[in-house]
């Protein structure tokens, strides 16, 4: 019988083993004229040594600092028995728990960012909360805070909400509500909820997409976003070859604008959220919002997809910020140019007075000798925030010359696509690159000859060589008085080699058209 005394001794050890620690919040939004809501955070236990409560001093992807300890009130802590764990407040995002070990339960109110003023650091509304009396935005790190040491830890989030709302989100839900596999993953999923959502959906390269619209008076349905962003969704399937996600949901909400207060849109891991401003013109409106959702959209592959290990062990009290940023920005913007160039939805003329503008924009009312690899330390800073808008233009530009270098190197065959599709498979979600190994990563995928043009156009601040690199494609620079480029030519009279270049070019490389047609 020792084998069933063995089966025994083990059965007994699994019933000791403690089970994994979880975060559960409960996220109670049913007085929403109130801006504000009401969190519970219960735990078995927090470990003794965890005597820090930690709100969100900012989050992946925004760039920006948020202090989300401004917007709470109230906070309390206790025990089992329900007897108060006394707290104190050490800064503007942490609070001291004075015996963790005895916390069950914590609650608070917390304020909503988009009804909140601030006299500094306003929070992005696509990265923030909204609670109205008819709908609600919520992001995770806007809401809930986190023992320090248990950010690995996996989360569950019950949102209580007034009856008749519809709730759309990328978690999926479980028998505690919503499950994430950390605070991490919460942070990467928003929540879109209310009386009158619409909601459309669409198949690109076998992965479902789902588009969620709050729009006041129903002006802009989630069936008309569908149907004008439906060609760049699909350019981008076919750009990647297939997405790197096995389901996306883009969450929008428009809403009137407020003055000083800028709208945009935010990247997440399986969906992006956007706050825009709300118009009758819907075919405006879709024109519009196909640009943007391009770019949100392509962040699949880059950071979502290809970042280092700063971005994959991201810091919510004091954020350290990736010198990628050229990639994570800058390579995104290019891409939802080009992607939507290479499938026929934008002119080759179109996507030249792109560039054009960009390269006009950066000089003329961008600093132009900080480097894109400066502008990345420097992104949580003042200074850096007067630069930051740069990233999208310069940063694109020098994406496309990458594109155009790396085509010339191979004779044609791989561009910036394919480093980006290969890069994705063989990193992803959850393997990161060493921070200050990426250029040498490139290097050996391509040539050592790329070194020099990283060390001159991303972490130096040489003047971009615009007209040296389209002329390799047979393409002219027309440039003003300044020496600005404001426009190109493609020449007709092109030689065969720069012909060649620029057909591969056109296609995204040669071996880019081979996987297609395969």
Known sequence: MPHL????????????????????????????ASHSAQVTLRVDSLPARDSVFQFAATAPGTYQTMNIGRFVRDLRATDARGRVVPTRQLSVNAWHVAAPSRVRRVTYRVLDTWNTPVTEFPVYPMAGTAIEPDHALLNAHALLGFPRSMQGSRVTVKL??????????PLRQGPQGYEADSYDHAVDSPFLLGRSLSTASLDVTGVPVRIAVYSPGERVSAGQLRDAM????????RFLGRLPVDRYVFLFRFAPPKEGQAMGAWEHGQSSEYVLADRPDTTGVGAGTTSIAAHEFFHV?????????????????TPTPSQHLWLYEGVTEWASDKMQQEAGLMTLDAYLGEVAAKVMTDRERFDTTYSLARLAATSYTAE????YNNIYLRGAVVAGLLDIRLLQL????DGLRNLLVDLARDYGKSRPFPEDSLFRIIAARTSPEVLDFFARYVQGNERLPIKEYYALLGIDVVENEQGTPTGFIVRPDATPEQRRLRDAWLQGGT????????
């Open 5 to 32: 005394r063995s089966a025994a001794l083990a059965l007994a050890c699994l019933w000791s083993v403690p089970a994994a620690a979880q975060l559960h919040y409960t996220v109670d939004v049913r007085q929403p």
């Open 160 to 169: 209580l909400h007034p009856r008749g709302w519809t709730v759309e989100t």
């Open 230 to 237: 439906r060609g760049t969704l699909l350019a981008a399937g």
């Open 301 to 317: 592959v880059t950071p979502l997809n290809i970042h280092s290990e700063i971005i994959e062990h991201f810091d919510f009290e």
């Open 384 to 387: 850096g925030a007067r630069q």
């Open 410 to 413: 191979s004779g044609g065959r």
């Open 511 to 518: 071996d880019a058209v081979e996987k297609a047609a395969a």
